[in-house]
């Protein structure tokens, strides 16, 4: 009657102590994975500061949520729920992962704490864990390797394709799991044959099926396979370790730390630097991000993040018409350089002017700011800011498109993109027909409690300024007392700031905040999201800003709006959430609210709605950009709101307006489909 | 008696239409003046040209020297300053050529120099009151040159009416011996042809042409389907190729394609002079913009103020309907 | 490669819709926005990438008030090494002639290779470019759209001719040459691009400084004067076919069918 002999006290050949290996094994693991962290952390330690260790319970609750509670991943669905079985099994297992390791050196150690029930009710779920993990592992390497889907393909442009690491990571896994059971049912099995002892085992685990195969098998098979496992398993399980920060694994690593530190605040843009006052810009020798160290360690540790699942670049709009864009490759382009210019050892590398060397300019012009990819990514990374930081990089440089040259120079010029005069901002206002009824106050001469802010776009675009005159009929009618910069008003400077052009966006708030508060209101309303987004998260010190949008569904609420049963009950409505209304402010329900109020409309529901709303093709500045695309971001979403069976588009942004109207002339959808701004549509049915 | 020298630009022999409208600009400058003609060049096609000015000019100066065979510009100032009188009035055509040669011969002449001009009200004494554009013809001018030490003029081509040629019978002078050294410091190498796209717009007699108002790259499909609608062909003014979104053969103006079409549809076109330079043989032009101040409708035959986007496509359609 | 570039302030327009004053004999000012002449821009771009290639200085000039200083320093602000600002209350209502005199003087004052201008400013003469040549005796060649300025003692331009062709022409240095647009494409200068030369000292001369008679130069020396602005009366213009738009599209489908256009 013996009992099998676990590793620690194994001896090969029956001289040399198994345990010493069991030792070995770890010290070089540990230490090389010290080595490997200290290397991959040199970049950190030279990149921009960053400030994230605001809002501690956001931040706290950001990890529960979405790193441990993998909130983002069911968004898609078997992926995710994949995803799912396969971390919370890393989780489990980790506490066995840890014990095993230490049971190389001695025999049957268990946790603190692991010894009674706890441990009994602790390897019931464990031996379940590894078993769905495997499953878990299997079905992701078929459809890695397989299937195939579309959006882990690597264009051509970006390099090798990526699946032959993901199924080797899938295969360690596999082996972790295989090992780790067969280890423990070949102890059950060889002390069932010398005892008869019945040991409990979840029934269909892995374990269960391994022990069950095992039973009568000789004893010395049992036995070598006992240590022979063991070590395949420790092995693996250093080996894996190392892996990780080789590659798109580093985010088992990463991915706690970089929720943490993940974007709490939507809508802002991050400072030029952190830490330097907006009165001290001129001082810096650079601006935003030319060179890899110009980026903050947190996007830095973006880069390390990345787990390639492509769900950015599947949201991503200027992806899907063509355009030289994939966030993804942002990232993946990034993290690879990292790689290069920091190797494992040897001489650190400095990096060249990155829009040159790895991104392009058209790559980085390209982008709408939507936020589409951000909202998508599991792990928090962020797009928008690094987007931003490389353009002021390229402004800095002199490196802007001439297509974008003259906006900004009329905006410089004139505080409006189109180089119109100052004098004709309040225009709009002239209009024979409006004018006759309504008279509009300049708050330069009157007062009056709310400001409307009208913005470029509103004040000049001969077919938008209709938005400015529904704005302030409903506005009257719901008796807010209102007035307009006029010729104070400069453009927000939202795409501006966005474009990278920091300075001319500093310029253009300070006038506007000086004009905001010489007039005394103490409310501001916009009807343009883009100007709502930028006053509300950029501007700083403001009274409270709202989107038309809210001032109406907080009126029709309380009553002091009343609307009429709809005007073309035989029509369907659909709702496209503006980027700079939805996803940046998460204004998703006010609108539709307002909507539904109208008796008899009948409103359907995009696919691609709410925070998964499409880009209608970017606004400001992007309307003057001329990128490389084969398809516009408008068609598409027409053709999405066309499918949903809707004849009329409704939006709320006078940008999605102009983009959606050139798109069904593009589509030639004239006459099956309309768009229709929120402000119209609620001005028509004023009772 | 005020002298004026009219100095003609040619090419294969054949002088340009600015020729024949030398004649008006020198009426209106002083009726009673004497004019003359300078022909510069080499061999037959300079003796085409110097032959076929003796219909229009009594007197005609011919230049032959193997040095301007090509207008090297430094090259035929060189030679005029020794052939035209210090108190002269000199005119040439405000062209390439002109614009190269003119400022320069004005500083050597010492005399008085005044460019681009689109109109003549006269002499009063020793000055002379001209009109010229100003801000890329956004405005217009009134300037005053004193002459009495003779005048440089570049004359803007189609401003003045072209004369009919006749039979003036005019005497040829040849002066080919007074160019004196022609020696200069700038060597003419060759001429680099503009790229010939897939389309020749001088062979269409209706044009559909854009300019700025088409506003994107996408929408120049809209001018497409017009044009197809109208059997023609889509030119454009030069902001179009400046933004590549047509090939530079497509472009009407100085700086492009000279076009003789029966119609040109001015599509979003302002109509800058540089541009209107490259359309002749007086087409029934139709101009459509949705500024009604733009240039253009000065000189269209029909006008029509609507943005073009919203325009063309209702115009395509009445016509497929046809 | 020392490389001199005439600039000039201008009313920019790309961004001014132009008026009359009520007089009706000047231009509106009160609301005009100035800045670089455009083909200015794209020659100093053209110095400055010559310069980068083939090593040298560039330096920027123009003739004005002390507003103009504002042009200088944005194209220094692009690249230009030094600025000269030339003025003195003696230079007002100076003629082409009277620029070209001027700057005559300022390109004596130094030992350049290359001079550049624009093709043309605000005026639309193109007339100081060549002027400067002659006054300088030196070879001349305007609407430049492409330079190779590689080799020695010569460089080789194109001229943007009739028919968009192109004249190469190989030209001796010292030259000037006027510049075309889109001869390249003009860096972006911004706000924080201008401050930072923004204390870059201008040397500002005067005629004295230059050794020029006043006399010679601005109104009094000026043998050509603009008098007045204005719109002229748009009389023989187009017929303006109006009413709805199937109105309109009727009328011009007749004139069209009229004229051979369909």
């Keep these: 009657m013996t009992s099998i002999i676990g590793p620690a006290s194994f001896k090969f050949f029956g001289i040399f102590p198994a345990a010493i290996l069991s030792l070995i094994i770890p010290i070089i693991g540990v230490g090389y994975f010290a080595y490997i962290i200290a290397r991959r952390l040199a970049p950190l330690v030279r990149s921009a500061p960053d400030s994230r260790f605001d809002n501690p319970i956001a931040r706290a609750r950001n990890l529960i949520v979405v790193c441990l509670g993998q909130i983002r991943q069911p968004r898609y669905m078997l992926a995710g729920v994949l995803h799912i079985f396969i971390f919370a099994g890393f989780l489990i297992l980790s506490i066995r992962s840890t014990s095993l390791v230490v049971i190389g050196f001695s025999d049957g150690f268990v946790l603190p704490g692991f010894g009674g029930a706890i441990g009994s009710i602790y390897n019931f779920f464990k031996d379940y864990a590894a078993t769905f993990v495997l499953i878990a592992c299997i079905v992701a390497a078929v459809r890695r390797g397989i299937f195939k889907p579309a959006r882990y393909a690597v264009p051509e442009k970006y390099g090798k394709d990526h699946t032959a690491e993901a199924v080797f990571v899938l295969g360690i896994i596999s082996t972790l799991m295989i090992s780790e059971s067969l280890f423990e049912a070949s102890e059950i099995a060889y002390a069932y044959q010398q005892t008869g002892e019945v040991h409990f085992l979840a029934p269909l685990s892995l374990v269960w099926i391994f022990k069950s195969m095992l039973s009568g098998a000789p004893l010395g098979f049992l036995q070598g396979l006992h240590v022979f496992t063991y070590y395949i398993h420790d092995f693996a399980f250093f080996f894996f370790l190392c892996f990780l920060p080789m590659g798109k694994h580093f985010h088992v690593i990463t991915s706690f730390p970089n929720v943490l530190f993940m974007r709490v605040k939507t809508g802002n843009i991050k400072p030029v630097a952190h830490g330097v006052a907006e009165d001290q810009l001129d001082d810096l020798e650079s601006f935003g991000v030319k060179y890899l160290e110009d980026f903050t360690w947190k996007h830095m540790l973006d880069f390390y993040s990345c787990a390639d699942c492509g769900r950015c670049s599947d949201q991503c709009p200027a992806n899907a018409v063509g355009r030289p864009l994939s966030p993804r490759f942002i990232t993946i382009k990034a993290r690879d350089l990292m790689f290069k210019n920091y190797p494992l050892s040897g001489e650190i590398y400095k990096s060249n002017l990155l829009v040159e060397d790895i991104y392009s300019e058209d790559e980085i012009w390209s982008c709408t700011t939507c936020g589409a990819c951000e909202q998508e990514c599991p792990l928090g990374i962020e797009y928008i800011d690094k987007m931003v930081d490389l353009r002021r990089g390229m402004v800095d440089e002199g490196m802007v498109p001439q297509s974008l040259q003259k906006p900004l120079k009329a905006l410089e010029k004139r505080g409006n993109p189109y180089g119109k005069m100052e004098k004709k901002r309040a225009d709009w206002a002239k209009d024979k027909e409006f004018k006759a009824e309504y008279t509009i106050k300049d708050l330069a001469k009157d007062e009056a409690d709310t400001l409307y802010f009208v913005d470029s776009i509103t004040s000049y675009d001969d077919n938008i300024q209709e938005i400015a005159r529904r704005t302030s009929i409903i506005l009257q009618k719901a008796d807010v007392d209102f007035g307009i910069l006029g010729k104070q008003e400069k453009d927000s400077g939202a795409e501006v700031l966005r474009f990278g052009e920091e300075m001319l966006f500093q310029d253009l708030k300070e006038q506007n905040i000086e004009a905001i508060e010489e007039s005394g209101v103490k409310n501001i309303v916009t009807a343009d999201p883009h100007a709502y987004n930028v006053l509300k998260n950029d501007y700083k010190g403001l009274p409270e800003v709202k989107h038309i949008s809210q001032v109406v569904a907080q009126k029709v609420a309380s009553g002091a709006l009343e609307l009429k049963p709809c005007q073309a009950p035989d029509k369907v409505y659909v709702y496209h959430d503006p980027c700079y209304l939805g996803r940046h402010n998460s204004v998703y329900e006010d609108p539709r609210k307002v909507l539904d109020a109208i008796d008899g409309l009948t409103r359907v529901e995009l696919e691609k709605s709410r925070d998964r709303s499409f880009c209608c093709g970017g606004g400001g500045l992007m309307l003057f950009y001329e990128p490389e695309e084969e398809t516009r971001m408008g068609v598409l979403r027409v053709n999405m709101a066309a499918e949903a069976g809707a004849n009329v588009i409704v939006t709320a942004c006078p940008f999605c307006l102009v983009n959606i109207q050139d798109a069904i002339k593009v589509a030639g959808k004239e006459g099956e489909i309309e768009a229709l701004d929120f402000t119209e549509l609620v001005e028509q049915h004023l009772a | 008696m005020t002298q004026i020298f009219a100095y003609i630009p040619h090419q294969n022999g054949v002088a340009e239409d600015i020729a024949m409208e030398y004649p008006a600009a020198a009426q209106k400058i002083d009726a009673s003046a004497s004019l003359t003609a300078i022909v510069t060049g080499s061999g037959a096609d300079l003796d085409a040209v110097v032959n076929e000015m003796t219909s229009i000019y009594s007197e005609v100066i011919k230049i032959d020297n193997a040095d301007l065979a090509y207008p090297n510009a430094e090259v035929v100032r060189k030679a005029l300053v020794n052939i035209i009188p210090g108190d002269a009035v000199f005119l040439t055509a405000h062209n390439t050529l002109g614009m190269d040669m003119a400022p320069g011969l004005s500083v050597k002449m010492d005399s008085a120099y005044a460019a681009d001009i689109v109109d003549i009200e006269g002499i009063e004494g020793s000055t002379l009151k001209m009109i010229r554009q100003e801000l890329g013809g956004a405005v217009s001018t009134h300037v005053e040159s004193d002459i009495s030490n003779g005048a440089v003029l570049t004359i803007r081509p189609g401003s003045f009416a072209p004369v009919e040629g006749g039979s003036a019978g005019g005497s040829i002078t040849d002066k080919s011996s007074d160019a004196g050294d022609l020696s200069v410091k700038r060597k003419f190498l060759e001429i680099v042809e503009a790229e010939v796209g897939d389309v020749d717009i001088t062979k269409s007699d209706v044009l559909v042409s854009i300019g700025r108002g088409i506003e994107d790259e996408e929408n120049i499909e809209i001018a497409q389907e017009l044009a197809e609608a109208m059997g023609a062909v889509v030119s454009c003014s030069r902001p179009i190729v400046d933004a590549k979104w047509l090939e530079k053969s497509r472009q009407v103006g100085t700086s492009g394609q000279t076009v003789k079409p029966k119609v040109y549809m001015a599509m979003g076109i302002s109509g800058s002079f540089q541009h209107l330079g490259g359309v002749k043989g007086n087409p029934f032009i139709v101009a459509v913009n949705k500024n009604p101040k733009a240039p253009i409708f000065q000189v269209a035959d029909v006008g029509i103020v609507e943005d073009i986007l919203d325009f063309m496509p209702e115009l395509t359609e009445s016509i497929q309907d046809l | ?262």
């Design chain 3, 1 to 262: 490669m020392e490389i001199l570039v005439c600039v000039k302030r201008v009313p920019d327009t790309a961004e001014n819709e132009f008026e009359l004053n009520s007089a009706g004999n000047d231009l509106d000012r009160d609301d005009l926005v100035y800045s670089v002449n455009e083909w200015d821009n794209y020659a100093v771009e053209e110095a400055i990438q010559i310069v980068d290639k083939v090593g040298g200085n560039v330096t920027v000039v123009t003739v004005g008030d002390d507003e103009s200083e504002e042009v200088l320093r944005r194209e220094m602000a692009m690249g230009a090494n030094d600025g000269v600002l030339l003025c003195d209350d003696a230079f007002e209502g100076s003629d082409g002639k009277g620029i070209a005199a001027l700057l005559k003087a300022e390109v004596e004052k130094g030992n350049y290779d290359l001079i550049f201008t624009g093709a043309q400013a605000d005026e639309g003469a193109g007339q100081v470019g060549g002027m400067l040549a002659a006054m300088l005796d030196l070879p001349y060649a305007s609407l430049v759209n492409k330079i190779d300025a590689s080799d020695g003692g010569t460089i080789t331009v194109g001229r943007e001719i009739e028919g968009g062709n192109q004249e190469m022409n190989e030209i001796e240095l010292p030259c000037v040459i006027s510049i075309q647009t889109g001869i390249n494409e003009p860096r972006y200068v911004g706000i924080r691009g201008i401050r930072k030369v923004a204390k870059v000292e201008i040397p500002v001369k005067g005629a004295s400084d230059l050794g020029i008679d006043g006399g010679s130069v601005g109104d009094a020396g000026a043998k050509t004067k603009r008098v007045d602005y204005f719109v002229p009366d748009l009389g023989d213009g187009a017929e303006m076919l109006e009413g709805s738009t199937e109105e309109i599209i009727e009328q011009l489908i007749e004139k069209l069918k009229a004229k051979g256009g369909l």
